[in-house]
Each structure stands twice: as C-alpha cells, then as structure tokens.
C-alpha cells in the first residue's frame, strides 16, 4: 500500500485529526486544507527530492577552502521546500505561519524523508527556530528565528566537540564577555565564543545567505574557572555573517570557520562539518578575534533550553529512520512482484519443468516483507501519535496538556531509537529479499541501509536513550508519565476485549499486550529494588529494547481497532499486527530477565578479557 493511503489511514481513521479544527487555533482548517498541504509536499518530494536521492549520495558535499560545494539539484530542492512554506507550517500567521497541527506538519515532511532523507527538508532549522521562539528574547526572535522560518537563513545545533562527544558537561567551548557593554547589545548580552564543535550538521553551504548556530559554551565563575559539569553549560546563537538589530547583513564574516567536512557513510547529501569557533581566520574591524554570539535565556540554563530542540530533533530523527525502513520496503515489496526465481514445492516435491515463481511467492520472502511492514508501519504509528501529543500539549486544557507533556516525557526515548534499531533492520531484510543485487549500487535499498544506520548514533546513542528512559522517565515526577501510559494501554486494552465477538485474535492481542505491559512494570520494579544506579542500569538497553517493544504492539492494538470494518484494504494491517504480536512480542521476555535481575555479565566483564 503506498504511503499516502497509511497517512491519510492514521490521520483520519486512527488519531481523528479533523476533530482539532474544532479548536480556536486550527479553525481556518478543514480535511480539505490538510489533504492540498499533504498533495503540495508529497509532490514536491516526488519532483525535487526522489529524482536526486542517488545524485547527491555519489555527489558528496566538497570544500575548495571557501566554500561548500552542493549539487544543483539540492539547491532546487532547499528552494523548493523553503517556497511551500513547511518551514513555518506550524506557526502563527502573524509570523508567515499555516497554524497548521504538529501532526500533519509531520505526516507532511515525512514524504521528503521517504524521497531522499540526506538531501533534509528543514528539520535542523525548525528545531532551531522553535528553540528561539521559546527561550529567545523578542529581539532574536525577530532577527534569527523569524528568518528561518522565511527560509532566508538556516539553523545548526553545535554540541558536540572533538574530546567530548555526548559527554556534554565535559565541552571546552568558552564564551567571555565582550566589552563593558556586552549585556546591553540589543540581541542579548554579546560574548566571544572560542572552541571547537564537532559533527555539526548542515554547519556551512551556501544554500541561504546566513547560517545561525546555536552554540553550547561555559562561561567563567566567579573564581575565573568554567563551572564544572552541564550546570556551567550556557547558550548562544553565533551567526555565520554578522547583523544588525534589524536583522540585515553587516557584510562582515563572523569569526566561524570551516575547518573540515565529515564523510559518513550514510546521509551523504547532508553537509557535515567541524567548525572553528574564535580562531581568529575572520577576525573583526579591530582585528580581534572571537566569534560574536549572543546568549539565549539565563547562564547555566543552556542545556535545558537545549533540550527543546534536542527532543524534537529526537523524533524527527525517528521519523526519518522510519522513512527510511519504509522506502526500503516499499523497493523490495515492488522487486518481490516481479523477479521470478525458484519453484514452491508441492506434492512429492518440485517440478524443475515448471515455470519460476516469483519471489514474493515464497513464504520467507513473504516473513521478510511482512516484518518491513510492521516495523515500518508500526513506527510510523508511533511517530505521529508523538506528534498528536505536541498538539494536544499546546493546544489541550490543562489537564490534557499536563498529560500529554508526561507521555511524550517517557515515548520520545522509544520514538528515537526504536525506528532507529528496528526500520534498520527492515533496511536489511530488504537487502536480503533483492539477494546478491541488494549489495548493489543498481538498486536503492543498500543506500537505505547505510543512511539508516546513523540514525542509532544521531541525536543520542542507544545507550543514551536506555539510560534516560529506565534511569529517568519512567520514574520521574513520582513515576506520573508511566502510571498514564498504564491508562492509555489498559483502555486499549478493554476497548479490544469489548469488541473480540467481531474479531477474535483482539482478545489474543490484548491479553498479550497487558501480559507485557505486567512484565516491563515488573522489571522496572525490580531493577531498582535494593540495589543502586549502576546495578540497576547495566541493563538498560534490553529493557529500552523490551519497552519499545510493548508500546508499538500497543500502536499495533490501537491500528487493528481502528481497521475494524473498514474493508479487505486493511488486511495487510491486521496481518502485520498478527505478525508482530507472534514474532516480535515474545521477544521481551529475554530481555526483561536480564534486567529485572540486574544481570552483570557484561558490567562485570574485565577489560583484559576481551
């Protein structure tokens, strides 16, 4: 089934997206006005994005020592996404926005991702915008934010550096006061940035006239010394080319330069960079250097500001990975249908005077794209169900925005690394349909591959993600954000046992999905029983594992009722529902017993013994 009939299915059918016009901001709205944004993107990617996917994968960004070199067809595509206006889609009209809900924003950029993910449709620059619209004085929102949205300029992310990685409260970036009068700037408190960021997406091009970074920094106590560890972490936005108040080019460079470019071996097409902050290659009309940034919010609070982009850039990487398992899927379902091999045995075994078969005839290639189907379709749930969230925090009462800023608390650890692990998978198990030509450059798929295989490292590794889901989320603000998700699955759960006498595998699927449900609160329970921080995290990974993998059977419960009577189209979904509560389900159980009995086979492993 093509991506559009799943989108439409879980915008209208399952989540009931129309239902949100009936609120003050999304009024103007109607299915009518969705559905012409969701034809404008899903052409645009067609046009622009799919065309190039192999182009700029082949045609790596270069640097001449000037500039950054980009293929044409990613200028048109940038050009083209910017004109749709998906950059402010979300935003009020007053600032050029759609008031469009988050969640039909993001079913709408999912079509770019699914095209060509590293060719990017924004996500960086929104994230970066929506930070400023939080955090930033009017005066940066103005100057920075709004022209993001505009598509004039561009956003970046710089935190992590060369020796620190992930590993935050160990940056060396410094940010010293400009002058006596760098707290009267009228763009915030003026410091000079010096250090080094490495990783930094999208960290030069010249695909917009100026590039605005936001920058993680420590400033000096009061005793000349950084404050130690990611209290001392401040925020800044340093742009590439100096502005005034107003927001127009000074015409002077700031003091950012492009030390190097980063080659992956996925995501080709995005520009990957290690900057120089500060070293004094475009120093300024006084000859000193430093680069020019402005802090964003209070001192030391810089990693909490942060993390508003950081969470979002978090789901937009799951939706990405997602993307990626699902346009592999739908390469290696099109190649099953047509390419003939091999012969079904029947009677007293095969015929070899009759014709072939074609692949997908073949019950482990049929295995193979039915588990492409329930991961990329399960993740894909997930994702937008996240997003209906942001809607309902924003624009829910009070209760129910409580509510949703809890569950997103505990799924946005799973909605970054479970399409992250899994739709991965699917990426090789299309690999493994297309055999020796899957490896080949003739075919889509091995890129696939190789760009989803990032996306367990971007924006938080597995071991990030494990660590804040068992050794925070599920236990913070009393364990609020788990006891609610307890509720949103037991209803699931009671809605599917009211309903069995029309399908009778519901009962099967809800009491599997209560019976796991059970043993991810068991463990949990046991892990930290008695025993301390480190025992109990050496397993967090199986258990973010297991985790994941009951909340998308519950996407998967929650998908089936909403399929009910809606006609032979929806088998594929009940199918891949079946598929995934008798071949993935069971799964948890193996990791859970690890966790819940805070097994310390590796933690315990000594280094000599490798």
């Known amino acids: 089934m093509a991506l559009r009939?799943?989108?439409?299915?879980?915008?209208?059918?399952?989540?009931?997206?129309?239902?949100?016009?009936?609120?003050?901001?999304?009024?103007?709205?109607?299915?009518?006005?969705?559905?012409?944004?969701?034809?404008?993107?899903?052409?645009?990617?067609?046009?622009?994005?799919?065309?190039?996917?192999?182009?700029?994968?082949?045609?790596?960004?270069?640097?001449?020592?000037?500039?950054?070199?980009?293929?044409?067809?990613?200028?048109?595509?940038?050009?083209?996404?910017?004109?749709?206006?998906?950059?402010s889609a979300a935003q009020d009209y007053d600032v050029g926005g759609m008031q469009l809900p988050y969640v039909v924003e993001s079913a709408a950029n999912a079509f770019f991702a699914c095209a060509s993910v590293s060719i990017g449709g924004g996500m960086l620059t929104v994230g970066n915008a929506n930070l400023l619209m939080a955090y930033g004085s009017e005066q940066q929102k103005q100057v920075f934010a709004h022209n993001e949205f505009s598509g004039r300029w561009a956003g970046t992310m710089c935190l992590s550096e060369p020796q620190a990685g992930s590993s935050l409260g160990d940056i060396t970036t410094r940010a010293t006061?400009?002058?006596?009068?760098?707290?009267?700037?009228?763009?915030?408190?003026?410091?000079?940035?010096?250090?080094?960021?490495?990783?930094?997406?999208?960290?030069?091009?010249?695909l917009t006239e100026n590039i605005v970074h936001l920058v993680l920094a420590k400033i000096a106590g009061p005793d000349g010394k950084p404050v130690a560890g990611v209290k001392g972490i401040s925020l800044f936005v340093v742009p590439k080319h100096r502005v005034d108040a107003q927001g127009k080019l000074t015409g002077q460079r700031n003091d950012v330069a492009l030390a190097g470019l980063n080659h992956k071996c996925g995501w080709r097409g995005t520009v990957n960079?290690?900057?120089?902050?500060?070293?004094?290659?475009?120093?300024?009309?006084?000859?000193?250097?430093?680069?020019?940034?402005?802090?964003?919010?209070?001192?030391?609070?810089?990693?909490?500001?942060?993390?508003?982009?950081?969470?979002?850039?978090?789901?937009?990487?799951?939706?990405?990975?997602?993307?990626?398992?699902?346009?592999?899927?739908?390469?290696?379902?099109?190649?099953?249908?047509?390419?003939?091999?091999?012969?079904?045995?029947?009677?007293?075994?095969?015929?070899a005077g009759s014709p072939q078969v074609r692949i997908i005839e073949h019950a482990d290639v049929k295995r193979m794209l039915l588990a492409q189907k329930a991961y990329g379709e399960g993740a894909l749930a997930l994702a937008l169900y996240c997003a209906r969230l942001v809607d309902e925090q924003r624009t829910g009462d009070a209760t129910a925005a409580h509510e949703a800023r809890l569950l997103l608390e505990v799924l946005t650890p799973i909605a970054k690394s479970w399409p992250s692990e899994w739709c991965l998978e699917a990426n090789s198990l299309a690999i493994q349909v297309l055999g020796g030509y899957g490896y080949t450059r003739d075919y889509p798929v091995e890129q696939y591959w190789r760009d989803n295989r990032l996306n367990m490292i971007h924006e938080g590794t597995h071991g990030i993600q494990a660590l804040d889901l068992l050794g925070r989320k599920v236990r913070m603000e009393d364990g609020q954000g788990m006891r609610l998700l307890a509720q949103r699955i037991h209803a699931s759960v009671a809605h599917a046992l009211q309903l069995a006498h029309e399908a009778h595998h519901l009962a099967e699927h809800a009491q599997a999905l209560s019976d796991a449900f059970e043993q991810v609160e068991r463990a949990t329970h046991m892990a930290w029983t008695h025993h301390e921080p480190a025992q109990a995290l050496a397993n967090a990974v199986p258990y973010l594992q297991a985790f994941g993998h009951m909340v998308l059977a519950w996407m998967w419960l929650e998908v089936e009722l909403a399929s009910l009577n809606q006609g032979p189209e929806n088998l594929g979904?009940?199918?891949?529902?079946?598929?995934?509560?008798?071949?993935?389900?069971p799964k948890i159980g193996a990791w859970l017993k690890v966790v819940a009995s805070c097994d310390m086979t590796c933690a315990d492993m000594p280094e000599e013994a490798f």
Not at 284 to 290: N, S, T, V, Y
Not at 573 to 585: I, K, W
């Open 273 to 351: 960079t290690l900057l120089n902050f500060g070293e004094g290659k475009y120093p300024d009309a006084q000859g000193q250097a430093g680069a020019i940034g402005y802090l964003v919010g209070q001192p030391g609070e810089g990693l909490r500001c942060m993390f508003h982009m950081m969470n979002e850039a978090r789901i937009g990487v799951g939706m990405a990975a997602t993307m990626l398992g699902l346009a592999g899927y739908y390469a290696s379902l099109d190649y099953a249908k047509t390419r003939p091999q091999g012969r079904l045995s029947a009677g007293q075994g095969k015929d």
């Open 177 to 206: 006061p400009d002058g006596a009068d760098f707290a009267s700037d009228p763009l915030g408190p003026r410091y000079r940035i010096k250090g080094h960021k490495m990783w930094i997406s999208t960290g030069d091009h010249e």
């Open 573 to 585: 979904r009940r199918t891949a529902a079946a598929f995934f509560y008798r071949y993935e389900l």
């Open 5 to 87: 009939h799943t989108v439409d299915f879980l915008l209208y059918d399952w989540l009931q997206v129309e239902a949100l016009n009936q609120r003050h901001r999304f009024a103007d709205h109607s299915r009518e006005t969705f559905d012409a944004v969701l034809d404008t993107c899903e052409r645009i990617a067609r046009e622009k994005f799919a065309p190039h996917n192999r182009t700029v994968d082949s045609q790596e960004p270069q640097f001449d020592g000037e500039r950054v070199i980009l293929p044409q067809a990613t200028h048109d595509a940038h050009a083209a996404y910017a004109a749709s206006g998906m950059l």
